[in-house]
């Protein structure tokens, strides 16, 4: 059972560039978030995709975007990067379901480098 | 000001010592979540605590959810060279994740 999958795992990028990163929740999921997490920071939610839709979004500006596709898999686009960009990409998939039950799990991450 | 306050951020320890981070806050909270992130992951859940008061145990960890609900506390111990990593706390509304600043813990052999 593969759990979540992204890439690429590193990648470096110019200042005004586009970037786009991938997802693969685990088996069975069909919800994904992105989080994004600074050097020594805790992750900040961006945002959240169920049924290929934008269902919850957090404190980030529209040059964040995403998209989720029929098989639950996700992207996450980021334009006109900004050196303040980089950090740890991190997606994460679970269920619809709420509840202390329903276990959130995340991939390995993409580091994002912005010169 | 974050929702969750952690403490310390940063911990090293021998071998075999005995530690405990925090999480704090001034709200209250139906549940409350512990993550451990090791270098080059992602968060890999801990444990969930529901009931005011509540102790669970995982091993050598113990974690404490508080009589009021806003606050909890994690104990280690005789920590080992594996339990290196960051500690984060978080609260989950509707599987939206909402993190402390961590607590990156090192212990030295």
């Known amino acids: 059972d593969a759990g979540v999958t992204q890439s690429p795992t590193h990648l470096i990028k110019t200042r005004g560039q586009q970037v786009t990163l991938r997802c693969s929740p685990k088996?069975?999921?069909?919800?994904v978030s992105w989080y994004q997490q600074a050097l020594g920071q805790g992750p900040q939610f961006i945002f959240q995709y169920y049924e290929e839709e934008e269902r919850q979004r957090g404190n980030f500006p529209d040059r964040f975007s995403g998209h989720q596709f029929p098989n639950y898999s996700s992207e996450l686009n980021v334009n006109a990067l900004l050196l303040g960009d980089s950090a740890l990409y991190l997606c994460?998939?679970?269920?619809?379901?709420?509840?202390?039950?329903?276990?959130?799990?995340f991939g390995e991450g993409s580091w994002l480098t912005v010169v | 000001t974050q929702l969750l306050e952690q403490s310390p951020q940063f911990l090293s320890i021998q071998e075999g010592e005995n530690l405990t981070v925090y999480c704090n806050s001034s709200s209250v909270f139906s549940s409350l979540q512990w993550y451990r992130q090791e270098p080059g992951e992602g968060p890999v859940l801990l444990v969930t605590?529901?009931?005011?008061?509540e102790v669970k145990k995982l091993k050598r960890l113990t974690f404490q959810f508080g009589d009021a609900r806003k606050d909890s506390s994690l104990h280690i111990t005789a920590a080992q060279p594996g339990d290196t990593g960051l500690y984060l706390c978080?609260?989950?509304?509707?599987?939206?994740?909402?993190f402390g600043g961590g607590t990156r813990l090192m212990v030295k052999p």
């Open positions: 994460a998939s679970s269920l619809r379901m709420t509840g202390p039950g329903n276990t959130i799990y």
């Open positions: 605590v529901v009931t005011g008061g």
């Open positions: 978080a609260v989950n509304a509707g599987n939206m994740l909402t």
């Open positions: 088996s069975g999921h069909d919800t």
